[in-house]
């Protein structure tokens, strides 16, 4: 199983903010990917999981291999916790819900409102959607936002066990989360935008200066 | 698909859902109207078919904006949009359980309220039967305009008059069913074409409804 993204070109709000991004991830590897605020993350992750298309190039997965996690966690707040996971796990046609309670230590959280959570439980539950959706390519957007470091570790043992099981993982995080072979790509040297700013400001130097 | 009927199901009638608030609008619009109207039994009588068919319709409008809305703002659209779910499905699924708590109980608990308005007896049987058919059509024309609105702020006056157009020809053919069952006259071909009007609605919108989605979440 592979996931390669080839001359990558992304578009947020119709203009260009990445292009030229390359990579491959074979079973049991994870990339993190960094970068400064609005350089493109999300936009990346959104168009690898096929929520936008992209603007050139391809990725190439097997299908109906991603599962996505988003800055939103896509809790319904009248449900608990245990039909939240319910619903995920029929939407993705599996039926154990125990592994993703086991991962965030959610048993004792089962029966309770997600609008009764804190924003870390919520965020928790959020993550553990992941194990129920049975899918081996996983992308995070910013996993690790309102969670303790406890939960960040548990958070980081659910990523390599996955890894173990010959899954991949894609993350763009700020945090270090301690996955040791995990390699990461800086996403400033794809930055389209940067470009035509440096074209601007060189102009505008020649001319006034 | 399924799942995701219980779950819109589960939600709407959890509190906060909105289920109960078409039928307490319906109750309070047909309460209504013969205090504004007069108390002529024979006037109300004539114009009952219509009222309760317009009624039954802004009923049906009310809970439409939160179709689409609720999911993409907690992000669950995302998340469904990369399940193994078709778009077109989950269109369709969520279209059926508004159907179910909106369309349903307004065909159901409408000649019950007919007598408030003094419908004439034959009409009671086609008011509900003409429902039966055309509510539908309302329900997935409606996940069409919130599919179209979703993400914007306040898309809920936009989603109305992109809709309401579109709920003429149900509204003249139901209404219509009904005024004719009154007055004794054949209506087999307006019911005809309520009928053909939801069928075609249930065929062609979901794939409009799921592009227009997919299009909102870029």
Not at chain 1, 180 to 192: N, Q, Y
Not at chain 2, 179 to 208: C, E, Y
Request: glycine share 10%; aromatic share 6%; hydrophobic share 50%.
């Amino acid at each position: 199983m592979e996931l390669r993204v080839t001359d990558l070109s992304c578009r947020r709000g119709g203009i260009l903010v990445l292009k030229g991004v390359n990579f491959a991830l074979r079973s049991g590897q994870a990339l993190v990917l960094r970068g400064p605020n609005g350089v493109g993350k999300t936009t990346l992750l959104r168009t690898i999981a096929g929520l936008q298309p992209a603007a050139s190039g391809d990725v190439t997965s097997p299908d109906d291999a991603i599962a996505y996690a988003g800055h939103a966690d896509g809790l319904k707040a009248a449900l608990t916790v245990r039909d939240n996971l319910n619903f995920w796990a029929s939407a993705y046609g599996t039926k154990d819900i125990t592994p993703a309670l086991q991962a965030f230590d959610l048993a004792p959280l089962l029966d309770r409102q997600a609008q009764d959570l804190s924003a870390g439980q919520k965020r928790r539950l959020g993550l553990a959607r992941m194990v129920v959706t049975g899918r081996s390519i996983w992308i995070f957007d910013e996993p690790t936002v309102s969670l303790d470091t406890h939960n960040t570790q548990l958070f980081a043992d659910m990523v390599r066990k996955h890894l173990t099981n010959g899954g991949i993982a894609l993350l763009a995080t700020h945090i270090n989360l301690g996955l040791p072979d995990a390699e990461s790509l800086d996403l400033s040297s794809f930055r389209a935008l940067a470009e035509s700013q440096a074209e601007t400001d060189d102009a505008f130097l020649a001319e006034g200066f | 698909m399924r799942a995701l009927l219980r779950r819109d199901l589960a939600l709407a009638v959890r509190a906060g859902g909105g289920f109960g608030l078409s039928l307490a609008f319906f109750l309070i619009l047909v309460t209504l109207v013969p205090f504004g109207v007069g108390p002529q039994s024979e006037l109300l009588g004539r114009i009952a078919p219509g009222i309760l068919w317009v009624g039954a319709l802004l009923a049906c409008l009310l809970s439409l904006d939160r179709l689409f809305q609720l999911d993409w703002e907690d992000g669950s659209l995302d998340l469904l949009a990369v399940s193994p779910l078709p778009m077109e499905g989950v269109v369709a699924t969520k279209a059926l359980a508004h159907w179910l708590t909106t369309g349903l109980p307004l065909t159901i608990a409408a000649p019950l309220f007919g007598v408030l308005l003094n419908l004439p007896i034959p009409g009671y049987l086609w008011l509900f039967l003409s429902l039966l058919i055309g509510t539908p059509a309302l329900s997935v024309i409606g996940s069409f305009g919130a599919a179209l609105t979703v993400g914007l702020k306040r898309g809920g006056l936009l989603l109305s008059l992109l809709v309401l157009p579109l709920y003429v020809p149900t509204l003249i053919f139901g209404a219509e069913v009904v005024r004719r069952a009154v007055d004794g006259m054949t209506l087999l071909t307006s019911l005809a074409m309520l009928g053909g009007i939801t069928m075609a609605a249930w065929a062609l919108l979901p794939f409009a409804a799921a592009a227009a989605i997919r299009i909102n979440l870029r």
